[in-house]
């Protein structure tokens, strides 16, 4: 049984339901807090880092998105602590892969910009990583930018949860972590595929994008994702 | 006439857009020469980077040894150094190179890629440093302006402030890409 209990995000206090995310309680209180793999309708995985929140009386940062609510909790969302921390995790993302805006599709409508903008990255302090990625066209209507992926898993839960296809998973570890398309085949070979693009959708850069599209032209329906989620609840 | 500021401006691994965007910022040019000469850079001809300049403006990565040595000069000559636009920013396309080896880059390009007369160039040009970099990973950058190219109020706020004293915040300007 979900019960209710009260809450304190930034001094406010809210009543939540047992089961509830902070970062849901806050978001439908209309309190931002920036999350890229955070995707509403699918499940939470504490991956980028960016929800980061203080919570009195517990000794470290908490992701938002996985961490559920309890009777008096207080929430601190926002603070220099956790702007600079914030920062050093989209710098990070941008260190790690080659992320050229300028020559990217999803340049104006990408989620990473749009947040480093926002927090006033000016530039990366950290040296780049240059990897060597590949681009996999194999697929007949998408295309998989490796270079602008930030293992956010995104696709691979909208394609598991919501397709219920499972094409998306990771190989490898750490820093060579990479996307894979079944047992790592080209994704236009992949024959689990129903070529549906809900984790074209779903991706918050321009890692995956419709074929045809010149730079800044792809724009993203997210929100298909997160309405077909909710059109299904109670089923 | 001896206090007015100076600007020395250069153009590094860049496609010259980003001085195209400071001429972009129209009349704002005026008001910019009202408080300050240009004293170095594509727009003027001075041959070498002066001695105590204001405010140094630098567009593109650093790619080749004459591009390290410029931004070293420009550094070592001026007050303030500006990073203008993507290039000396983040390395952006010039960057893009990074992941090959250079020997192997000119060889597609200029033995590979070429039909007439296939060579790498080596009189007249500089050196190809191994990978096109910021700025700020060779030289202390005092400002960043992103953007490719960065828009022309991004700029005349950047040097109105700079020239007025106040330190700048492009604030909603700031832009990638």
Known sequence: MS???????????????????????ARANNTYIPALCYMEGLSAVGACRLCMVEISGVGKLQPACTTPVQEGLAVVTASPQLEAYRKIALELLFA???????????????????????HGVTHVRYPYGYPRLAVDTSHPRYV????????????????????????????????????????????????????????VQACPTGAMAEKGWGVEEMTKQRSVVSRLSSMREGE | MMDRPTIGTCWLDGCSGCHMSLLDIDEGVVAVLRKADIVFGPLVDAQEWPEGVDVAVVEGAISSQDDLRLAQTARARSSVVVALGDCAVTGNVPAMRNGIPTRKLLERIYVEGATDQPQIPTEGVPALLK???P????????????????????????????????????GSRLRFG
């Open chain 1, 3 to 25: 019960e209710k209990v009260k809450v304190r995000i930034d001094g406010e206090v809210l009543t939540a339901t047992t089961g509830q995310t902070i970062l849901e309680v």
């Open chain 1, 96 to 118: 790690e892969r080659n992320h050229v805006c300028a020559v990217c599709v999803s340049s104006g409508h990408c989620e990473l910009q749009t947040l480093a903008q926002d």
């Open chain 1, 144 to 199: 998989l930018d490796h270079n602008r992926c930030i293992l956010c898993s995104r696709c691979v839960r909208a394609c598991a949860e919501i397709e219920g296809a499972h094409v998306w998973d990771f190989a490898g570890r750490g820093i060579r972590s990479m996307l894979v398309s079944e047992l790592s085949r080209p994704w236009g070979e992949a024959t689990t595929c129903t070529s549906c693009g809900k984790c």
């Open chain 2, 131 to 133: 990978q096109a970099q």
């Open chain 2, 135 to 170: 700025l700020h990973q060779s030289i202390r950058v005092d400002v960043h302006v992103p953007g490719c190219p960065p828009k022309p109020n991004a700029i005349l706020t950047v040097l109105s402030d700079l020239l007025e004293g106040r330190e700048p915040d492009l």
